[in-house]
């Protein structure tokens, strides 16, 4: 089923803008009884607005999960994008939506599709609005942990810089890579800006360099004020080098990238080692 264009309305002297149908106003309100009946009335669910923007889009960016089901079982294009390059599951993961998000993954829907200029992957919109249990999600299903956006780089950078610790232990946890740059900035540089020191010492006990200068020169270190904790902290981490055994298990993980959590829980070792190389010892998160 093709989309089609919604209906054009000219408004004075600023040219044309297309209307949203009444199937867009009950998807995004949750009208699920109105869309329904629309829906049986023979309203095309892939009708879309100049900006490409169908009824799922809609449902998924307000998390209505009933509407975006009805919807798809009426035969919803899943993977339809705005002329912004985001489609109904990048979307459900910017509104925090799971329940939305496992709907489109049963119909199909791309964890990675092809990234725009002008748009963010579903992991990348999921760590923007701090969703950890849709981060969890993308990551479970197949979401690349490296996949580079213009604007935000990695998705650890991005979830770093707004400050989503929880964000940033599920990537690390599933293998992301810590020393990640955009422009030689790492995720680093983005906690000490966000002045967190829960993140730069989860970051730094997954092996981010202390040291390591973006393109303007500056350590981690020079994007925070002196005296503050976070100061301190790094200050601490740039005077003392980590023990041996936390150097261990970051070469460890570092060896096994994104299968590590896999094969360290298939090793033959004892339990404490395997806690600690799980970082279990680490409080998981609450959300």
């Known amino acids: 089923m093709e989309p089609t264009a919604a209906r054009r309305s000219s408004l004075c002297d600023i040219g044309f803008w297309a209307d949203r149908t009444a199937l867009h106003e009950a998807a995004s309100h949750g009208r699920a009884l109105q869309l329904k009946q629309l829906i049986e009335s023979g309203a ?16 998924c960016l307000k998390g209505h999960p009933v509407c975006a089901r009805l919807l798809l079982h ?3 294009q899943v993977d339809v994008r705005t002329i912004h390059g985001s489609t109904p599951l990048c979307n459900a ?7 939305c998000a496992k ?14 200029a002008l748009t963010a992957s579903p992991l990348h919109e999921a760590c923007i609005h701090g969703c950890v249990k849709v981060v969890r ?28 610790v929880d964000c940033v232990r599920e990537l690390l946890n599933a293998g ?8 030689h900035e790492t995720a680093l540089h983005n906690a000490a800006r966000v002045d967190m020191v829960d993140m730069i010492e989860l970051l ?21 004020t002196p005296s503050s904790p ?27 990238g994104t299968r590590a959590s896999k094969v360290i829980g298939q090793l033959n070792i004892s339990h404490r080692i395997h806690e600690y190389l799980q970082y279990s010892d680490h409080p998981a998160s609450l959300e």
């Open 44 to 59: 095309p669910v892939n009708t879309v607005t100049v900006d490409n923007i169908t009824p799922l889009h809609e449902a």
């Open 103 to 116: 709907l489109l993954l049963e119909y199909g829907a791309k964890v990675n599709p092809s990234l725009t």
């Open 230 to 256: 976070c100061y301190s902290c790094l200050r601490f981490y740039e005077s003392n080098p980590l023990s041996l055994q936390q150097l261990c298990r970051i070469t460890v993980r570092r060896t096994l």
């Open 137 to 164: 999600l993308m990551i479970a299903s197949g979401a690349q942990l490296e996949a580079y956006d213009v604007h935000f780089g990695p998705p650890l950078h991005i979830a770093c810089a707004k400050g989503h």
């Open 93 to 99: 993961c910017a509104s925090g939506s799971l329940e």
């Open 74 to 76: 009426a035969g919803a």
């Open 176 to 183: 992301a890579n810590v020393n990640s740059v955009k422009f």
């Open 204 to 224: 730094v006990e997954f092996g981010a360099n202390v040291y390591a200068a973006d393109n303007l020169g500056r350590r981690p270190v020079d994007y925070t």
